[in-house]
């Protein structure tokens, strides 16, 4: 388990990032913030150089600790983790899916001139599913395979420019109600997942399974901000912060 102050340290700056991060005017710009694309970079590089393998430490523990009779969740768990990994990015592609859909219905009837507000639905829908997105991380700070002050400073460094991005475009979404009310969810989701680590123990394999799934939703939320091609992203900020990042895993 991570150091007790520093995980406190670091709940409370992830959760000041989305009640911080609006004031930062310069990442609204068009073409596409390079510090938004290099944040996005930064993210991808810890799931794929730290959290992937870290799923795959918890898959082979699982494994040994089984019944050597149950041959049923040796042979599947493997391929379960990567499910879940499935789960969590085709679940977020939904939810955007969903919240443009409502935008775009706004804006037409805009153009017609026909009074309207943004579907109060898809917003709780929305800051829900962030919310324990957002506490899932918060847990994670105190449950990862890997430990000490380096990686938990690693971790938190990753997640907090993940919830610049992530913070961009729901507030591209939902605008004045999320500066009103969905960043301060957020911000409590970080700090109520992390009271839960210090309270809750889960099984092995129920972690590996969320780790996973939350994996499948970072990488799907950096993308879908990055390639639409109204963001105007910049790839050379993007590459330099995934390839910077590696190597800052790599060394570490």
């Known amino acids: 388990m991570a150091p007790t102050i520093g ?3 670091l709940a409370g700056a992830l959760a000041a990032v989305h009640l911080g991060a609006g004031k930062l005017q310069f990442l609204r710009a068009v073409p596409r913030s390079r510090w938004l694309s290099l944040c996005g ?24 600790t089984t019944e050597p009779t149950n041959v049923v969740l040796e042979a599947t768990h493997e391929r379960s983790l990567f499910i879940a990994a499935l789960v969590g990015f085709a679940f977020f592609y939904g939810l955007e899916q969903a919240a443009r859909r409502s935008s775009r219905g706004v804006a037409r009837r805009a153009t017609a001139g026909v009074a309207t507000r ?8 929305h800051i829900g599913s962030f919310a324990a ?3 899932l991380i918060g847990y994670f700070l105190l449950h990862r395979e890997e430990t000490g002050l380096a990686n938990l400073v690693l971790y ?4 907090g420019l993940h919830f610049v991005v992530n913070d961009y475009g729901l507030r591209d979404h939902h605008r004045d109600v999320y500066d009103r009310l969905g960043r301060w969810i957020l911000a409590g989701a970080i ?3 992390t009271v839960l680590g210090f309270l809750v123990g889960l099984p092995e394999l129920v972690l590996s399974l969320l780790l996973a799934f939350l994996s499948g939703g970072v990488i799907l939320n950096v993308i879908k901000e990055e390639l639409p091609e109204d963001r105007e992203s910049r790839f050379w900020a993007f590459g330099a912060g995934l390839a910077g990042y590696t190597a ?3 060394v570490i």
Request: net charge negative.
């Open 133 to 135: 997105y957002n506490a």
């Open 156 to 159: 938190g460094t990753a997640m």
């Open 41 to 64: 970079g930064i993210s991808v590089a810890y799931v794929f150089v730290h959290l992937l393998p870290e799923i795959t430490e918890h898959q082979s523990r699982v494994v040994e």
């Open 118 to 125: 943004p579907d109060a639905s898809v917003f709780w829908l």
């Open 191 to 193: 700090l109520a997942g």
């Open 248 to 250: 800052v895993l790599l």
């Open 7 to 9: 995980v406190l340290f």
